[in-house]
């Protein structure tokens, strides 16, 4: 019986069986699509029905691998894994076989006789060993003139395709370019899901779904992760100095040397802004942790270079450490965060270690920090002025300016409970500044208004010792025309580590400002230091004067500080006198000023006033 001809397409007359089979062939594919079946599985489901219907042959798909060059077999499933090995790597060419050539030229070839035929020359020792008899190859496209593989039907006979065959290979490597293009496409959102734009690393998501991976792999094998949350320290000064562009090219070169400083090994991801995390594994030990640590840290001390810009930042690390901070992903992360915060507070570049503490302390840090940052812009903080007086005479000689916060719920908060949280966190810069600014304006308000001048004591933390801040106190005292000579800064010992508070010592010394050493006796300096120092006056240390009436060794030191003190040519103040006896003690050893609540407490701007309305 002859088959009704019907004509799919002009050129092509095609059986209404064999154009059954074709549209069995493409629904097939197209449900497993549907059924959204890997794409792999649907290349070999193609392979297998196109073997189907050209019996005594077998399909294979090629595309080209990774750097364009040469082909690699995608899917071939009734072709042995020695023939697939040896069809790996054909670089197309005019004589790289069936494959090789409709890739190179873009255009389907049907070799009948693989033994004769010119493009075969080279493959013949292939042909002979899988008795190869024909071969006929599709290009598949994803371009229109772009060939990125092919389809092919391998013939154990030498066979002229018949036009039903062509239009089959066609059609096959029409599917497979579809399926290619899908594959990309959903590579791409994957990609798009799990990756960060900028520095390319793997975002939260992905990192999250490893770090889960790792946990579940450790548990089986006994072994501990680390999970390591860094932070750039003062990156918002960057962004906010350079612009956004030269910022993120900032956070690219950090991403980069931190990953070329870590290699193989470890996960690393962007987390958010200029937030990074790592998993550390196969750790074994957790000293391989701190070297870790000592690593990306001494990678800070370098400078950063963008765009002819040198920048020099810090990290702050958090590390929680699986299992004994946590046994999931999200409270490692969770505590590694923690953990990166305390850093913060503790001064930041630092890293530190999860502990269960933690948690309390540092939230209330934390809300404290930003509870001051409000409190600043609500206009929460106050100074009070509490006067220190010439010995001999009784005569107010100056004042000290004390902060304190009152706060709306809490109260009127003590400096002990925030200054040092200030000075950790940085904030007491910006809260410093307003205090500076503040005392000299309430001062230079007095004194206009006909008050006798006196000095002004201010508190600096070292922090605020630097060359930013003495430029801005200068701008500031300039402006308000306040007279520099009624000006002190109390420092503390501490000072004498920092290099940098040294030089700012002496500039303020230069400006005529002068400074006196506060808490003195506590910390740890030298005559010798003391010496080399620009100050003018020493400060003995109220735990000194506390028990001066009963115990000869604090009698001893105040005597000595007051002997030592004169003999550098400094003034003494003793501060915390509470007693007439204090006060006798320290008029006898020639103490020059006294501060203490015998005299008077810290006072308000009204109480201060009040004292002169009174005379
Ligand atoms: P400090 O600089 O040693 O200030 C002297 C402290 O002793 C003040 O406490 C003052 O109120 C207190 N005091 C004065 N006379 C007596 C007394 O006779 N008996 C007793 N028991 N205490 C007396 P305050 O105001 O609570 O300040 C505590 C500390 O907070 C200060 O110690 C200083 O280190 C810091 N601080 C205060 N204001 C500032 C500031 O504006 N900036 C900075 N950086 N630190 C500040
Ligand atoms: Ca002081
Ligand atoms: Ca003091």
Not at 31 to 51: F, G, H, N, P
Not at 578 to 603: H, K, M, N, W
Request: hydrophobic share 40%; net charge negative.
């Amino acid at each position: 019986m002859e088959a009704k001809v019907i004509s799919l397409r002009p050129e092509y007359d095609v059986t209404t069986e064999q154009a059954g089979k074709l549209l069995a062939l493409q629904r097939e594919i197209l449900e497993q699509v549907a059924l959204d079946v890997d794409y792999r599985e649907i290349l070999d489901a193609l392979c297998k029905s196109a073997e189907q219907i050209v019996v005594n042959a077998v399909a294979s798909i090629m595309v080209y691998d990774q750097a364009g060059e040469s082909l690699s077999v995608l899917a071939a499933p009734s072709i042995p894994p020695e023939a697939v090995a040896l069809l790996n790597g054909l670089v197309p060419g005019e004589r790289a076989g069936s494959c090789g050539t409709a890739v190179y030229q873009n255009e389907a070839q049907y070799v009948v006789n693989t033994r004769t035929d010119g493009r075969w020359c080279d493959l013949q020792a292939f042909a002979h060993d899988f008795s190869i008899g024909a071969c006929w190859s599709s290009p598949v496209k994803i371009e229109k003139d772009k060939a990125v593989g092919s389809f092919a039907l391998s013939s154990f006979e030498e066979r002229t395709p018949s036009i039903f065959y062509k239009q089959l290979l066609e059609t096959c490597a029409h599917i497979v370019g579809i399926l290619l293009i899908r594959q990309e496409k959903e590579q791409s959102l994957f990609h798009l899901a799990h990756y960060d734009p900028l520095t390319g690393l793997i975002n939260r998501a992905l990192f999250k779904q490893k770090l889960s991976s790792a946990i579940e792999y450790a548990v089986t094998q006994n072994q501990q992760l680390a999970v390591l949350v860094l932070d750039l320290d003062g990156f918002k000064d960057v962004n906010d100095s350079q612009g956004h562009e030269v910022g993120d090219k900032v956070l690219q070169q950090v991403a980069k040397n931190i990953q070329e400083d870590l290699g193989e090994g470890h996960v690393f991801s962007r987390l958010n802004s200029d937030e990074f995390v790592i998993l550390a594994g196969s750790l074994g030990q957790p000293p391989s942790v701190q070297l870790l640590i000592g690593k990306i840290l001494a990678l800070f001390k370098k400078k950063i270079l963008v765009e002819g810009h040198e920048f020099t930042l810090s990290i702050s690390i958090g590390v929680s450490l699986f299992s004994e901070d946590g046994l999931s992903a999200s409270d490692l992360m969770r505590n590694a965060d923690t953990a990166m915060h305390a850093a913060k507070v503790a001064g930041r570049g630092c890293a530190r270690f999860y502990n269960e503490d933690l948690t309390n302390s540092v939230k209330y840090k934390m809300d404290l920090i930003t509870d001051m940052h409000s409190a600043l812009a609500r206009g929460d903080f106050l100074l009070h002025y509490q006067p220190q007086y010439c010995q001999r005479s009784n005569k107010l000689a100056g004042v000290e300016a004390l902060v304190r916060w009152q706060h709306p719920e809490k109260g009127l908060i003590p400096p002990n409970d925030f200054i040092p949280i200030a000075e950790e966190s940085g904030f007491i810069q910006e809260l410093g500044l307003w205090i500076f600014t503040r005392a000299c304006q309430q001062c230079k308000a007095w004194w206009d208004r006909g008050i006798p001048e006196f000095s002004l004591a201010v508190n600096l933390s070292v922090k605020q010792l630097d060359a930013d801040n003495i430029q801005k106190f200068q701008e500031i005292l300039l402006a308000m025309k306040f007279p520099i000579h009624n000006l002190e800064l109390e420092v503390t010992e501490s000072l004498i580590m920092h290099q940098e508070s040294l030089v700012a010592l002496h500039k303020l010394e230069a400006l005529g400002i002068r400074i006196s050493m506060d808490d003195f006796g506590t910390g740890h300096s030298s005559l010798a230091q003391l010496k080399r120092l620009p100050i003018s006056k020493l400060k003995i240390d109220r735990s000194f004067v506390k028990d001066l009436s009963e115990d000869e060794n604090d009698r001893v030191i105040a005597k000595t500080i007051i002997a030592m003190g004169h003999s550098l040519g400094l003034k003494v103040l003793a501060e915390g006198v509470e007693t007439v006896e204090q006060q006798e003690f320290l008029a006898q050893e020639g103490c020059d000023l006294i501060q203490g609540y015998l005299l008077s407490r810290p006072l308000t701007v009204e109480q201060f006033s009040d004292l002169f309305k009174a005379v």
